[in-house]
């Protein structure tokens, strides 16, 4: 008789990576349903261009790396990438900023760092930051809400948007997102950035139709619906609270701190939560486990960091949003946060340093 | 405070541990109404160590017949435990029998052939322990072979000399999946449970037992419950149902709070844990006399008709116990059998490991109960495993470093504070195996760290070694500094030293002028004959090397012998023996960097050295025989190669040696013998010495013979020329003593220079035998010319005359008389190879290739010796 020989535990959890970034893809249906609702079909049609070109990417790298590609190709974190890209992407952005931008995230800041596990940065945010770096107009063209859009845009419209730059009836991007006065018109977080560097005060901003008292037509509820798939996660325990309260918590915290000092030039506290990426990056993005601090105690101090680097972007900084700036800002800080928060071992009298 | 803790503990207070994980049971599948007795087999595989501890020594041979009971070991030794033969048979081969341990590498176990009539010793039963002393129950129990049955094996006997124990724990948790061995222990037999409880009790004296039971096991509560109604100090403690709250760390959490510090036992906090089987063991070898020679095992999996809970004998072959159980595997291309449970169980290698006092569970499992992990994949550092990890450990970064070879970070994030639970790899998405990444790696760090002591042992033995080695080293440069003091105060004293140095002076200035007009340029036999030397010292130098590997062999026995050896003189030789190789190796390594002339010159006084001192030892004197042929052996070949690149050195050891061996009236055999050598050597490089310029060696012999004749025969016409070079040589002496202090290095072979001339130049006077005056002319000969080879020779020159004046004024004129005579050489040398030039080529062709060849068999036979 031979035997076959295995290293213990002879069992394991049926809990795999794959359905783990499956799970998380899931959470995200109810945000991106919102953003169908309130920005056309340009969504699904970015979310499927990024997984396709995620998906040959990952192949190619995997490949080029002698690794077996189904084996891999399997986890879909390649896919969960491109779907939290292409969220973040304006709806009408032309094909080849989704394109460069999923192969930049998936080759060089997944793949050239060794893969899946070894990339410092979230590749998500990376590619979303050279792609916002690189073509500044196409990435701040965000369609208004379509109740805003002065124009019908049929899936044949955004189609030929996306690949042609312009609709059927030859209008550009530029001109659909114009207002009836010719002025672009600007997201929530736009709006409260250049109404304030304007002059005005936070309460005369929010006055505006664009936000119809509340954070913005779509935003909130795209925002809220994120939420919802958040806890789904949080419930599930796919993902960790940690970093969503923590994130959370210091966003508020240095909000509330700073309106303090100075109301009117600072937006209000639910503008910040229910606006731009607030809500995907606090449970999809920051979430991301290879990116983000690996212990209990690093976790809440990767959000509060990133809640802090999110309002200081926002408000002193060049950009309206500044998720993905704050997420890298912080990755970079996340082998220091580890370092200094491992916990107390078994018997031992004080924490390793 | 412990008073406050032991009210708490009383009043039902449950802490937890970090992590955890909760694996599926499937404990149910061997739960049956009793524990039936497993059929005697044949064959039963003793294991002699079944424990933690030190191995204890066989007291039984193959051939005997031993009874059920009778110990195959003794227990001397407090951390050795013996092991019982687990029936009456014969013993039928003591050897090597595969292991039941991960590795399945075999280790030594006694055989029994079973007789079948199950014959026991008779037993000795000691259930009064409560009259009787702690140590004869202590003693009792470690003669009974009590290990701890829960997995580790720690001696029962060792945790219960314990002093100052507040708690004791009882451990029923049995958490690991699959086994039921302890659930059904404790149902069944809770009362004998209780009995042996008690024993420990009453040896360690604690505030309170606390028998802890996991809640899955709600019979084994009741019984428990039952067993201990009337005890007040036993509490029956149910606890969560967490994998692996049954690690004695985690229950000690569990039950008090309170963690055990690193590196210490649970004795430190008052606390001693043991198992529930074990509480069983100790009321069998208390109450009945009987030793540990059989466990209740759970054989489990979906490949057996009939899984159960059996006693099985220590010894049972598995396949004994699967047989039993009706094993039928699904797959027989795929079996797969654990032993001990899913999370830290191992694969067996083979059906015929023994059960063992620690085996508690069999598990055949079919592909799709246990299937075999999935291939890994990539951490997403998603951190579950440290989530679940019960010693708050961080097992991905943990593995970042185990699989990365980073141990020392592995180690700085305490990778030895993991326990191996399995839980980690257990939820891990990815499905790395961890814990064997974390195996390895403290394998690995074991190894290394067993390695470094070595190591340091070995740096130790070296550096005390090599400050013995210097020491010697310096008593013996300050001997040879007396002497060399006391030759020279002989030679100021002697008067006819002077008239010897105006003498040769004189001959000298007429050798000049003859070289003068005989000086012809040779340029082109010059540069052959320098290629053809060039081989001659490859060929030399790996001679000196094979000398060296040999040497270096030669050396660490001799090492070896003189720590061994009480006998001082031989010891003296052998260090004296030792050094002078050291020194030859030495020399022929300098030579090879081309500091020729000083090297050979080291190499040839220590070799003296060595002689010196080895014959002052009249004891060795046989040994110190055979010490300086071999030194001579290493001299002549170091000589062999500069005579072959400079000639002259080689002569200069060998007449050295022979003046040396000469004044040493206590070996005047050896000295003959020595002095043969010496002169064979001095005539092989005469020889050479023709061969390539023509019978220098006869001129300058003959020349030299002159020159310790001529004392009797004052030339007057000499001795004017004698003054006008002391005239000449005057600003000489003065530029080179500049120069001397600028070469500093030169320095060193100075004396020993000098010692040489003087040497020769005793020989020469003193000596009867023609041929010795010859050699020791040609020696000191050799010797100038060795001096003019290395790079200045001016420089060298003076010096010589530096030291002249040096000791006496007096001599001055004696010294510029040296000088003179060198640059007389340097110019006979010149001229010699002129005249080489002149000799035929074919004729000095084959003259090389002969010398080549010979250097070559000599070479070989070398490395023949070295091998």
């Known amino acids: 008789m031979s035997f076959k020989l295995a290293s213990s535990p002879h069992t394991r959890k049926n809990n795999k990576t794959g359905n783990v970034m499956l799970q998380v893809g899931i959470a995200c249906i109810p ?161 409260v950035k250049t109404g304030i560097t304007a002059g005005y005060t936070s309460d005369e901003i929010l006055a505006g139709n664009l936000f119809d008292n509340g954070s913005g037509i779509g935003w909130m509820q795209v925002n809220i619906a994120y939420l919802l798939g958040g806890l789904y996660l949080l419930k599930t325990k796919f993902i960790k609270w940690q970093i969503p309260v923590s994130f959370i918590a210091s966003l508020t915290f240095f909000c509330l701190l700073a309106q303090g000092v100075s109301t009117d030039t600072v937006a209000p506290v639910w503008i910040h939560l229910t606006s731009g990426a607030t809500m995907l990056a606090a449970f999809f993005i920051l979430t991301d486990p290879v990116s983000a601090s690996t212990t209990n105690k690093g976790r809440l101090v990767y959000g509060a960091l990133v809640g802090f680097f999110v309002f200081a972007i926002r408000t002193w900084g060049g950009y309206p949003d500044a998720v993905a700036f704050a997420v890298l800002l912080a990755n970079m800080c996340v082998p220091l946060i580890d370092y200094y928060t491992q916990p107390r071992v078994y018997g031992h009298t004080e924490v390793n340093k | ?374 291939p890994e994949k990539a951490c997403i550092r998603c951190s579950d495993c440290a989530d679940a990890c019960p010693a708050s450990l961080l097992p991905q970064q943990l593995y970042w470093h185990s699989s990365a070879k980073e141990y020392d970070k592995a180690q700085d994030l305490n990778l030895f504070d993991c326990i191996e639970c ?71 004293s002697d008067p006819s030293a002077q008239d010897k140095v105006a003498a040769a002076l004189a001959r000298v200035q007429a050798k000049k002028a003859e070289q003068t007009e005989n000086n012809t340029d040779s340029a082109q036999s010059t540069v052959k004959s320098k290629a053809e030397q060039a081989i001659e010292l490859a060929k030399a130098k790996r001679l000196a090397k094979q000398g060296e590997t040999k040497t270096s062999e030669e050396f660490s026995n001799t090492n070896d012998n003189e720590n061994a050896s009480d006998n001082k003189s031989k010891a003296q030789a052998a260090i004296e023996r030792a050094k002078a190789k050291r020194l030859a190796k030495q020399a022929a390594q300098a030579q090879a960097e081309n500091t020729e002339a000083d090297a050979n010159i080291t190499g040839a006084q220590n070799t003296t050295d060595a002689q010196s001192d080895t014959k002052a030892d009249t004891k060795s004197v046989a040994k110190a025989a055979i010490e300086r042929a071999k030194a001579k052996r290493l001299a002549k070949q170091a000589a062999q190669t500069q005579a072959e690149n400079t000639e002259a050195d080689a002569n200069t050891t060998g007449a050295q040696n022979t003046t040396d061996a000469q004044p040493d009236t206590k070996s005047v055999a050896q000295a003959a013998i020595e002095r043969a050598k010496a002169k064979r050597l001095a005539k092989q490089n005469a020889q050479a010495q023709a061969e390539n310029t023509e019978a220098d060696a006869n001129t300058t012999g003959a020349q030299n013979t002159t020159d310790a004749q001529s004392d009797t025969k004052a030339d007057t016409k000499s001795v004017a020329k004698a003054a006008i070079e002391r005239a000449k040589a005057k600003p000489l002496a003065k530029e080179a003593q500049q120069i001397q202090t600028e070469h500093d290095e030169a320095n060193a072979s100075e004396p020993k220079l000098e010692e040489n001339n003087d040497k020769s130049l005793q020989a020469a006077s003193s000596a009867s035998d023609t041929k010795a005056k010859a050699q020791a002319a040609i020696a000191k000969a050799k010797a100038r010319r060795q001096q003019s080879d290395d790079n200045a020779e001016m420089n060298n020159a003076t010096q010589a005359t530096h030291e002249h004046v040096d000791i006496s004024s007096d001599n001055k004129a004696k010294a510029r008389a040296a000088i003179e005579r060198a640059k007389a050489r340097r110019q006979q040398a010149e001229q010699q190879t002129n005249e080489a030039a002149s000799v035929e080529e074919n004729d000095h062709d084959s003259e090389q290739k002969v010398r080549i060849k010979a250097a070559i068999a000599k070479a070989k036979a070398k490395r023949e010796q070295g091998q």
């Open chain 1, 31 to 191: 945000g991106i349903a919102t953003q169908v609702y309130y920005f056309g079909m340009g969504v699904l049609i970015q979310i499927l261009l990024c997984c396709l070109v995620a998906v040959l990417t990952e192949a190619i790298c995997l490949k080029l790396r002698n690794r077996p590609i189904k084996h891999y190709l399997d986890d879909n974190s390649a896919v969960l990438s491109a779907l939290l890209l292409a969220i973040c992407l304006p709806p009408l952005a032309p094909w080849w900023v989704a394109t460069i931008g999923t192969i930049f995230a998936i080759a060089l800041v997944k793949h050239a760092f060794g893969g899946l596990g070894q990339n410092i940065f979230n590749p998500a945010m990376a590619g979303y930051v050279v792609l916002l770096i690189s073509f500044p107009l196409s990435m701040t063209s965000w369609l208004p809400a379509a109740s805003l859009i002065q124009y019908d845009l049929s899936i044949t419209d955004t189609l030929y948007t996306i690949f042609t730059g312009y609709t059927t009836q030859g209008y550009s991007v530029s001109q659909l997102i114009a207002d009836i006065d010719g002025f672009t018109m600007a997201t929530p977080l736009d709006a």
């Open chain 2, 1 to 374: 405070m412990a008073h406050s803790l032991l009210e708490k503990i009383k009043s039902g207070v449950l802490w937890d541990f970090p992590g955890g994980v909760h694996p599926p049971e499937r404990k149910s599948m061997s739960i049956t109404d009793s524990v039936d007795t497993l059929p005697l087999t044949d064959y039963y595989y003793v294991p002699l160590k079944q424990h933690i501890g030190v191995y204890s020594e066989l007291r039984v041979k193959v051939g005997d017949k031993v009874k059920k009971g009778q110990a195959l070991t003794f227990s001397n030794h407090n951390m050795a435990v013996p092991v019982h033969a687990p029936t009456s048979g014969e013993i039928i081969e003591i050897g090597e029998h595969v292991s039941s341990h991960a590795s399945g590498i075999p280790e030594k176990t006694v055989t029994i052939k079973s007789d079948g009539l199950d014959e026991s010793i008779e037993l000795q039963p000691q259930s009064h322990f409560h009259t009787q002393s702690k140590e004869s129950i202590i003693k009792a129990l470690q003669e009974a072979g009590i290990t701890g049955l829960g997995g580790a094996g720690f001696p029962t006997h060792v945790k219960q000399q314990a002093q100052d124990i507040e708690y004791l724990l009882i451990n029923g948790v049995e958490c690991e999946p699959y086994i039921t061995a302890d659930d059904m222990l404790m149902r069944n037999y809770a009362d004998e449970i209780v009995h042996g409880i008690e024993v420990l009790a009453h040896l360690l004296e604690p505030k309170l037992v606390v028998i802890a039971i996991e809640d899955n096991k709600p019979e084994a509560i009741a019984a428990l419950d039952e067993a201990c109604k009337d005890k007040q100090q036993f509490i029956v403690r149910k606890i969560p149902t967490k994998y692996p709250a049954g690690g004695e760390k985690q229950l000690i959490q569990v039950l008090t709070g309170k963690q055990v510090p690193k590196g210490s036992p649970p004795a430190a906090l008052g606390i001693v844990s043991q198992n529930v089987g074990t509480c069983y063991a100790i009321y069998k070898a208390i109450y009945t006399g009987e030793p540990l020679i059989e466990r209740i095992v759970t054989i489990t999996g979906e490949n057996l008709d009939k899984p159960q809970n059996v006693w099985a004998r220590i010894g049972t072959p598995v396949e004994h116990l699967l047989n039993t159980a009706g094993y039928h595997p699904e797959d027989i291309n795929a079996q797969k059998l654990v032993m001990g449970g899913p999370m830290m169980g191992f694969n067996l290698h083979s059906a015929q490991v023994p059960v063992t006092k620690s085996t508690n569970c069999i598990i055949a499992p079919t592909q799709q109960e246990l299937p075999p992990a999935p």
């Open chain 2, 422 to 492: 399995g839980a980690c790899a257990f939820v891990c998405p990815s499905d790395i195996p961890l814990v064997q990444y974390y195996r390895q790696a403290k394998a690995e760090i074991r190894q290394a760290e067993v390695e470094q002591e070595k190591a340091e042992q070995a740096k130790k033995r070296f550096e005390a070694r090599a400050e013995r080695l210097e020491k010697e080293k310096e008593a013996r440069l300050a001997k040879h500094k007396k002497a060399a003091e006391n030759r020279k105060k002989a030679m100021q």
